[in-house]
């Protein structure tokens, strides 16, 4: 069986990976948030002050990413620290209130570029993407358990 790469679906996503996120950086290059940060933020945007392993586990991050990303985020006031109350050893990252206010930007911005992305397609197509896409994703994160990965 011969191999074609344009329709091997690893060679897909990460296409698709890395021409969304060279999108997401033109169209959040105004707020100046990067697309490694637009994960972190989101998930404070969901529950604020969580701590940095929680943001790996959510973000599915190494904790040396994170740490750089909070690091860069609190540079540019995004994020700022406070420890824990009920464990001192524990840092808990908040959003600032520049983070606050270009979030209204940021969920247009991005929703935007979904929208464009998925210019041509029925709206069943999209919800069978989604679908799919939910299904391959649960799929691997069974593998991953199940492998010890």
């Known amino acids: ?4 790469r344009k329709q091997s679906l690893i060679f897909l996503i990460g296409l698709l990976n890395r021409r969304m996120q060279i999108a997401l ?6 707020q100046n948030v990067s ?4 994960s972190a933020l989101f998930s404070l945007y969901e529950e604020d002050g969580l701590t940095q392993l ?13 740490a750089n990303t909070l690091h860069r985020m609190e540079r540019d006031d995004l994020v700022e620290t406070q420890q824990d109350k009920k464990d001192r050893r524990c840092t808990r ?11 209204r930007d940021l969920i247009t911005g991005t ?8 210019d041509g ?29």
């Open 1 to 4: 069986m011969k191999f074609e």
């Open 25 to 30: 950086d033109k169209q959040l290059s105004a």
């Open 35 to 38: 697309t490694g940060q637009l």
């Open 54 to 66: 929680e943001l790996c586990q959510r973000n599915m991050v190494e904790q040396p990413t994170m």
């Open 93 to 103: 990252y908040y959003l600032t209130d520049r983070a606050k206010q270009i979030r």
């Open 111 to 118: 929703t935007d570029l979904i929208t464009s992305s998925l």
């Open 121 to 149: 397609l029925p709206d069943n197509a999209i919800m069978e993407l989604i679908s799919s896409l939910n299904q391959v994703n649960g799929n691997l994160e069974q593998l991953i358990k199940n492998n010890g990965s």
